[in-house]
Structure formats: C-alpha cells, structure tokens
C-alpha cells in the first residue's frame, strides 16, 4: 500500500513491527464483500497505526515521552507536532491526525453507516460505572486479551529485551519449560472463555457494549 511505504516507519520507526500484510489479511475475513473496499482500506490503516503506537508504549517511548503523547491526541491538533513531541513521534502522530482526517473527507454510504453505528457505540455513563466495578466479563475478556498478546509478542519481546512479558515472568516464577508456559496460558484463556460465555447467556446493554469492544481489540492481537 503506498500510504504506508510514504510513511516510511520501517526507517523512521525501526522498533516498530511491519504487520501491514497481516492486518488487512484479519480485515479482509471481516469485510470479504466486494463492495466494502472503503471498510477494508480504512480499518488496515487503522489496524497498522494502532500496532505502531502499541510498540512505542509498550517497548520504546520513556514514561515523559508518552504522557506527551498521550495529551497530543486528546487535544487533537497539529500544534503538538512542532512544540512538544519527541522527533521520532512526529510522524506517527501526523499520520494519526491525517488518518482520521482522510475518513471526515470521504462521504459514502459506507461512511455514513460506520458513524451511525460509532454514534451508538459511544459509552455512557452507566457503562463506565459498570466497568468500574469490574465485572466478571471485563476481567475474563481483559485477561483473554492480555495472554493471548503476550504469547503472540513473546519471541518479538524476546528479541527487544525492553520489557518482561507474562510468559517471561511465568517461566522464572515456576521454573518451566517454554511449551509448559503456553499451555498453561492456553488453559486460562480457555476457562476465562468459559466465563464469558456464561455471562453471554444473560446478556446485558453493557455486556453487549463489552463484547463489541472486546471483539475490536481481539482481532487486532490475533
């Protein structure tokens, strides 16, 4: 795609995983129609931002560096480029600022279904106040997400050596084996699903809502 070899992060953001290829494949399964190219476009880039961004928080930026970030992209301008962020955060951000951008520009029938149901999705007050309690199906899909992050990232993280994951401590806490650490974590993720599932079988609006978050953030670690 040629937005992404514009960016050119492979040499802006040599820390950064290239998992371009990866992501639109996920996409494609989820938007196969023919007539949703907008869909499919869109949510790649989106997928490929947000696996940028990931590596810097978890594997590259300082603790200073990232709270600048952060704040960035809650006042949503392009100030922030040129007077507080890091160099090599300058282009990511752009890309973040130009992205979301490019989907207020395109008027479609497509678009205009994707904002109808964003508009529906927003989370209200009463949602917050029920994730704040910690609801047995927050704390399975927030654990299902978790594991299945780290075992997918180990061998990368292994690499980086810039943070310890859950296998890694899992393996010097128990002293085991790398294919015993994985079926472990098989085994959690499995009953954590479990969980889930029974919490599906009395179904809530905000279980709903958690499910369509869940769902989001699912596929982009699988």
């Known amino acids: 795609m040629w937005w992404w070899k514009d960016l050119d992060f492979s040499s802006k953001l ?25 869909a499919r476009r869109i949510q790649t880039k989106l997928h490929a931002l947000v696996t940028t961004i990931d590596d810097k928080f978890d594997g590259y930026g300082t603790l200073e560096e990232l709270e600048l970030l952060t704040e960035a ?16 955060m300058k282009t990511c951000y752009q890309a973040v600022l130009d992205f979301y951008r490019e989907i207020e520009e395109i008027e479609n029938i497509e678009r205009q279904i994707c904002v109808h149901h964003a508009k529906d999705a927003v989370a209200t007050k009463e949602v917050f106040d029920w994730v704040l309690q910690n609801p047995k199906m927050v704390r399975a899909s927030a654990t299902v997400i978790r594991l299945m992050d780290d075992m997918a990232s180990h061998k990368f993280e292994e690499e980086r050596r810039y943070t310890p994951s859950s296998i890694e401590c899992y393996l010097k806490q128990h002293g085991v084996s790398e294919q015993q650490a994985y079926d472990e974590f098989h085994k959690r993720i499995e009953n954590e699903w479990k969980d889930m599932n029974e919490e599906c079988l009395k179904p809530t609006a905000f279980q709903c809502f958690s499910l369509v978050v869940f769902s989001t953030l699912l596929e982009q670690q699988m």
């Open 14 to 38: 040599p820390f950064a995983r290239d998992r371009l290829v990866e992501g639109y494949f996920w996409i494609a399964i989820s938007c196969f129609k023919p007539q949703y190219p907008y």
């Open 73 to 88: 992209i809650g006042r949503w301008d392009t100030d922030s480029i040129h007077h507080q962020l890091p160099e090599y």
